[in-house]
């Protein structure tokens, strides 16, 4: 069983900072890549970035430069940083592994950028 618990959602006012967190299994966050993904109301899942077990990272456009993910050997947990957020970053973010070609994901978070 896969488990990925997520927290550190909430509100904040544009240009403001969230990071959410990921914990995991010590095999799984060792051996397999994880990522963050978002879903916006009436809109598809779209990937935010990934991390690579050995720590290479990669972005999308609209994360790149503002969203730093990161990872924490001692505590299995993989961060997502998020910095000048704006309104179009409201979503519910999803902590994701995929497993021998199986998607595992979080609970999902709300992350809602309102003034």
């Known amino acids: 069983q896969v488990q990925l618990v997520e927290s550190g959602g909430g509100l904040v006012q544009p240009g403001g900072s969230l990071r959410l967190s990921c914990a995991a299994s010590r095999y799984i966050f060792n051996t397999y890549a994880m990522g963050w993904y978002r879903q916006a109301p009436g809109k598809q899942r779209e990937l935010v970035a990934t991390?690579?077990?050995?720590?290479?990272?990669n972005y999308s456009d609209s994360a790149k430069d503002r969203f730093t993910i990161s990872r924490d050997n001692a505590k299995n947990t993989v961060y997502l940083q998020m910095n000048s957020l704006k309104p179009e970053d409201t979503a519910v973010y999803y902590c994701?592994?995929?497993?021998?070609?199986?998607?595992?994901w979080g609970q999902g978070t709300q992350v809602t950028v309102s003034s």
């Open positions: 994701n592994v995929n497993v021998v070609g199986v998607d595992y």
């Open positions: 991390t690579t077990s050995g720590g290479i990272t």
